[in-house]
């Protein structure tokens, strides 16, 4: 199914012509326009992938098969709106076309995942700006929700159009449209391999810019620079121990997106410009989107002419956090497609991060600029040999070859311009006055659709559905040089204060009487921990671990240390399922049921939904011990949309102990889950369940995956909190914490549903 029946027909006007802009009444409402790639399925069966043109202004969204600023007049032929239930989810990279690399974001709807729809960008960056830029129409239509009115302006999912039914055509532009905002490059870079990257569209002043959210525990100490490339040694690390972790870092000037895309590259003869170590790079598999298994061979004689030629084989699996930041984890691996090279030794290679961010620029300033860490594990004696003497045999070795990817990384994108050209995202002033809106048969305006808002969306008449299911795209061609002829279109490092939250008791009634909490009264099947030296257990640890939002965060965006959990960690239950459960809560079983658990003031309960094989659910029971606040956050919370919530419930993570590598995929930073993964939401009596679907982001399965293989040598923190947004808000308290302590799947008890 494609995208466009993700979004029911819609027509774009309001009553009076009008749109509300999101935010303050008289703000200016922005545009998103570029060039995609349309992808599914069509009536018979055939794939299609097609060159097309997507608007979201506001809450609405049209698709046009040519550009409507060189086709005045020209129709949508996919138009409709988002709406609250709307989710978007970045699949991956995917071959289109034979062997064009796409960047995917699949569309469906949370009450309706059979319903789902995909578009493709050439770049990570250009995928990134249209995840913003529908995230920016679901807060549009929480705004408009927010704001009251008449009951048909309420999405309601169960309006769904008859897709066999009349389909209203287009007839007019209405007023509205102020700032455009291009994405991307257009179909000429969509069609072929370009060597040109994008760069980043800057602060979105949406995301949190900061390092981390948790105390970090690593001392990084710069022990040589070469080449302008910092080298670093944690020296938190025993001289004792088999490995230590090293890194180089250096600033680069190109974005984010321009940094990743170069370094994820296999194409040969750029990588020949500044990889000395795997330069010959040949995918040899690919795995939901965000990991691929690549060979590469080496002639030592570039670092010593006394061995052999080597060959070796890892993964790479890589993904993009909520602040903007990419992560790629290089580990060796075994692949049976692919056995050793005749003439070659097969060598592991070390397993290896790459970490880049992009950094705030003057106002005054194009340049974009990123922070490029390359990070990675070595053994030790040969690494603190190299430490003491500018001749050691490390400098000759593969470990230091890796080290020096940075430095031939920075000088390549020195040297290439065109690497780094100009952003493909622009603001500009449109020359339009108008974007269309339907009308009906008899050729008047339909104001009561004009009211109803949808998550789905058909064509816009049957004719333009019959171009869109086809597999022959008429792309219009400039005869002269053969080429497409489609207009383009389109972090500060914040200091982080030693003060600590202070106690607040804002979010729980101060006129009632406080129920004293028993804890022998509750338990799980999860046993709490009794000692330092006990395993499989959970406690719940300080807030002093992590970093929130204070006071003035809005002005300075100054972080503190978290205080005491305004929650009370009553009971973990460890479940294995036979598929994910939503609402347990209401099972027997669970804690929320039981006579005590009916008597408190208020239970949260968090069902952690861990995809595998057994699948898993983890469930934290949190505690107030007097009603909530009514004018609070937490109230606003438990009362408030899903999009609301979506938009604020918001989990730290820390691996305090456990492999670095594991440490390095989970990340320090804060992310909001409802933006993230499938959050569900569910209110009854004196309780309130989130349920967090991980599994339904491919990415955090891929992490999940990755953290399952160690979990039982992992000690893991979380920290959940609600995000504060407004002065009032401020300063952010931490509603509850755990800590998880070396989990063994077996233990997890079956729970029959």
Not at 167 to 180: D, E, W
Not at 192 to 203: E, F, H, N, T, V
Not at 287 to 298: E, L, N, Q
Request: aromatic fraction near 8%; glycine fraction near 8%; charge should be neutral.
């Amino acid at each position: 199914m494609d995208p466009a029946t993700l979004i029911k027909d819609k027509s774009v006007g309001s009553e009076n012509g009008s749109e509300q802009s999101f935010g303050s009444g008289g703000s200016e409402e922005n545009s998103y326009f570029g060039c995609v790639f349309h992808l599914g399925v069509n009536s018979i069966g055939h794939e299609y992938c097609h060159a097309r043109y997507l608007l979201v202004r506001g809450k609405y969204v049209e698709m046009y098969k040519r550009d409507p600023h060189e086709n005045p007049g020209i129709k949508p032929i996919r138009k409709g709106v988002v709406g609250p239930t709307l989710m978007v989810e970045e699949v991956g990279r995917q071959k289109v076309r034979g062997d064009k690399d796409v960047y995917v974001l699949r569309f469906y709807n949370r009450l309706d995942e059979e319903k789902k729809g995909e578009i493709a960008c050439s770049t990570a960056g250009d995928a990134r700006k249209w995840m913003e830029a529908f995230d920016q129409a679901k807060q549009q239509a929480e705004y408009e929700l927010s704001e009251g009115g008449s009951s048909r302006n309420k999405l309601n999912t169960e309006n769904e159009i008859n897709l066999e039914g009349h389909r209203p055509r287009v007839r007019r532009y209405a007023h509205g449209l102020k700032k455009l905002i291009r994405i991307g490059q257009g179909p000429e870079a969509l069609l072929r391999q370009s060597s040109r990257l994008a760069a980043s569209a800057g602060p979105d002043g949406y995301f949190e810019r900061d390092v981390s959210d948790v105390i970090e525990v690593h001392q990084w100490k710069c022990v040589r620079t070469v080449n302008g490339v910092r080298i670093f040694e944690d020296v938190a690390v025993s001289q004792n121990e088999k490995s230590v972790l090293v890194k180089s870092a250096a600033v680069l000037d190109a974005s984010a997106d321009t940094a990743f895309e170069v370094i994820l590259s296999l194409d040969r003869h750029q990588r020949y410009e500044w990889d000395m170590l795997t330069g010959d790079l040949e995918l040899i598999d690919s795995f939901d989107g965000h990991i691929d298994v690549v060979h590469a061979t080496y002639d030592p004689k570039y670092l010593t002419r006394w061995h052999s030629k080597r060959d070796f084989v890892f993964s790479r699996q890589w993904f993009r956090g909520q602040d903007g930041t990419y992560t790629i984890l290089q580990v060796p691996a075994v692949n049976k497609k692919k056995p050793p090279k005749s003439g070659y030794r097969r060598t592991k290679i070390n397993p290896s991060t790459w970490e880049i961010r992009d950094l705030n620029t003057s106002m005054d300033s194009n340049v974009p600029k990123c922070l490029v860490t390359q990070m990675l594990e070595i053994p030790s004696a040969g690494w603190f040999k190299w430490k003491k003497s500018h001749f050691s045999k490390f400098e000759k070795s593969v470990p230091y070859a890796l080290l020096g990817q940075l430095a031939g990384l920075k000088e390549y994108i020195s040297a290439n311009p065109v690497v780094k050209y100009e952003s493909t995202t622009t603001v500009v002033n449109s020359k339009f006055a108008h974007v269309s809106i339907s009308h009906g048969e008899n050729g008047h305006e339909e104001e009561t659709q004009a009211h109803e808002e949808f998550y789905d969306a058909i064509a816009g008449d049957s004719s333009s559905s019959e171009e869109e299911e086809s597999d022959d795209d008429d792309e219009e061609v400039d005869h002269k040089d053969g080429t497409v002829k489609l207009r383009n279109v389109s972090w500060a490092i914040t200091s982080l204060t030693k003060k600590r939250a202070p106690a607040t008791n804002k979010e729980l009634d101060p006129n009632a009487t406080c129920t004293v909490i028993e804890p022998s009264q509750f338990n799980g099947s999860l046993h709490e921990e009794k000692d330092e030296k006990d395993t499989n257990c959970w406690t719940s640890p300080s807030g002093m671990g992590f970093m929130i939002r204070g006071k003035s965060y809005l002005k300075d965006n100054t972080k503190i240390m978290g205080g005491e959990p305004l929650l009370k960690l009553l009971a973990v239950d460890w479940f294995k399922v036979d598929k994910s459960v939503d609402r347990i809560a209401l099972h027997p079983k669970c804690l929320a049921q039981s006579e005590a658990g009916k008597k408190l003031p208020f239970i949260l309960v968090i069902n952690l939904q861990v995809p595998a094989k057994p699948n898993y659910s983890l469930v934290l029971y949190y505690a107030a011990d007097r009603p909530l606040n009514k004018h609070s956050l937490l109230a606003k919370f438990v009362d408030g949309s899903d999009m609301f919530r979506d938009a604020r419930f918001k989990l730290i993570p820390s691996i305090v102990e456990g492999y670095w590598m594991v440490k390095r995929a989970v990340g320090t930073k804060a992310c909001l889950l409802g933006k993230a993964v499938t959050c569900k939401y569910f209110k009854q009596d004196n309780f309130m369940e989130i349920d967090v679907d991980i599994g339904s982001s491919s990415v955090a399965r891929g992490v999940i995956g990755l953290v399952l293989g160690y979990v039982t040598s992992l000690v893991v923190d979380l920290a959940i909190l609600i995000e504060a947004k407004k002065e009032e808000e401020l300063p952010e308290y931490i509603l509850g914490t755990v800590r998880l302590n070396r989990i063994k799947p077996e233990s997890a008890v079956h729970l029959d549903v």
